[in-house]
């Protein structure tokens, strides 16, 4: 296994690198402050100078205005591109949109690409997930899913209740999961759903442990007689668990590069604090303890990396299926890893860390969601526990 960028990938990736350096990380407050009073003049500003450079949605097709990377290549840019919360979303690669790009790239009919894809590859638009319900309806088990499809005439008509449909109250569209048969592994479907169509009720935008952030903003919706032609079902009729795998494995993987990029900063930014406060006669720096959390902290984000470069190899020979625990692996590693990272970085700046004079308390709230969204860390270990238990995982690749 090569881990080695060719010389093209090599290239492209110092591009991002001294992007989101020289232009993102000095704007990342003022991203922030202004998507709190509700513009985006900035973020704009930012997103028109990666199209202008060539770094607009390196992940789709050359002919939707993309580079056409695969897996590898998502993996050595993303990861630059996560060094800032806000970074992604300058590249138009932030979560969920582009694993709903992804999503509806492979399955979507040619009336819901022509749309709502272009749009969304152009961030005119954004969208949202809609899978998680309310107890007792789908969470960590998606088989427990409530919202009903149910066929009238030559049309399906939803109803139903979800939350955490991120970014749900700003987008134009959601790809929805209802069930559509008892069946429990081919009982759901997924479905494009017009934002704004008759039926569908934002009921609120709700408050979390983070702060929300440009689209990650959490909210409710019901549908109640929401109707739908048959051109919104994505793939086919009973194929919504298959497709939420098909989506979830690599947009799983892009939230481990991202939160490694975040990872590694947080641990960059560590170091002039360390090397510089004074305790007990010697800098921070010198204390073996402070240098435990350092290299266990720089260890987990190493082994991250290989999982993610592991899996993302996996994924671009096609071995999607046999990625699935790896992934899981990987995302269970670099979730706690982002956690403890950011844990650790408040815990080395004391006082200085708890304070709003650095981001890192903010970040943390951010970040502990990490853990839960996506899959909580139970069911991944669930996963990993399960697959080696029937010789399906083999530990020495
Ligand atoms: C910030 C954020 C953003 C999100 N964005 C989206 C989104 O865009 N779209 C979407 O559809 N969903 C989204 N989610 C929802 C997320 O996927 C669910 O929260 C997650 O799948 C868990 O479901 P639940 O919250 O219903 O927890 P529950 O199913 O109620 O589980 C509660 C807890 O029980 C434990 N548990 C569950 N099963 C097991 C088990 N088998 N073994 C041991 N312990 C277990 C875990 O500790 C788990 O956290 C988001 C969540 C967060 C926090």
Redesign the pocket.
């Known amino acids: 296994m090569s881990f080695l960028l060719s010389p093209e990938l090599s290239a492209l990736r110092q591009r991002v690198r001294a992007f989101v350096d020289e232009r993102v990380l000095p704007m990342e407050r003022a991203i922030v402050d202004e998507d709190r009073a509700g513009q985006h003049v900035t973020l704009r500003s930012l997103q028109a100078q990666a199209r202008e450079a060539g770094l607009w949605t390196p992940h789709l097709p050359v002919e939707l205005g993309g580079l056409g990377l695969g897996p590898m290549g998502m993996a050595a840019l993303f990861r630059e591109m996560g060094r800032s919360p806000v970074g992604a979303r300058v590249f138009n690669c932030d979560a969920?949109d582009q694993g709903n790009m992804d999503l509806l790239l492979q399955v979507a009919s040619p009336e819901i690409r022509e749309r709502w894809l272009q749009p969304l590859v152009d961030a005119e638009i954004t969208s949202?997930?809609?899978?998680?319900e309310p107890?007792p309806g789908a969470?960590?088990?998606p088989t427990n899913l409530r919202t009903r499809a149910v066929r009238d005439g030559d049309e399906w008509v939803i109803d139903g209740h979800k939350w955490?449909?991120?970014g749900g109250g700003q987008a134009s569209f959601l790809i929805l999961m209802a069930r559509t048969s008892p069946d429990q592994r081919k009982g759901a479907t997924m479905f494009v759903v017009d934002r704004h169509a008759e039926g569908v009720e934002h009921v609120r935008d709700y408050g979390?442990m983070g702060e929300p952030m440009l689209t990650h903003r959490?909210a409710e919706f019901r549908f109640h007689g929401v109707r739908l032609p048959d051109s919104a079902v994505l793939g086919g009729v009973g194929e919504g668990f298959q497709l939420a795998q098909m989506r979830l494995v690599p947009a799983r993987l892009t939230h481990c590069m991202r939160w490694l990029g975040w990872s590694a900063r947080v641990l960059e930014m560590c170091r002039s604090y360390l090397g510089e406060r004074q305790s007990f006669g010697k800098i921070l720096a010198r204390h073996q303890m402070v240098q435990l959390k350092l290299a266990t902290n720089a260890r987990a984000i190493h082994a991250g990396n290989l999982m993610t470069l592991h899996c993302a190899q996996m994924l671009e020979q096609g071995l999607d299926k046999q990625a699935r625990p790896y992934s899981s692996m990987c995302k269970d590693h670099v979730a706690n890893t982002i956690c403890q990272v950011l844990d650790d970085a408040i815990q080395m700046h004391g006082g200085l860390g708890y304070s709003q004079d650095l981001p890192f308390a903010d970040w943390y709230r951010h970040a502990r969601?990490a853990r839960?969204?996506?899959?909580?860390d139970?069911?991944h270990r669930?996963v990993v526990a399960r697959d080696f238990l029937l010789g399906r995982l083999d530990l020495l690749v």
């Open positions: 969920p949202a997930f809609a899978m998680t107890a969470g960590a088990d955490y449909t991120t979390t959490e969601a839960i969204a996506d899959g909580p139970e069911v669930v």
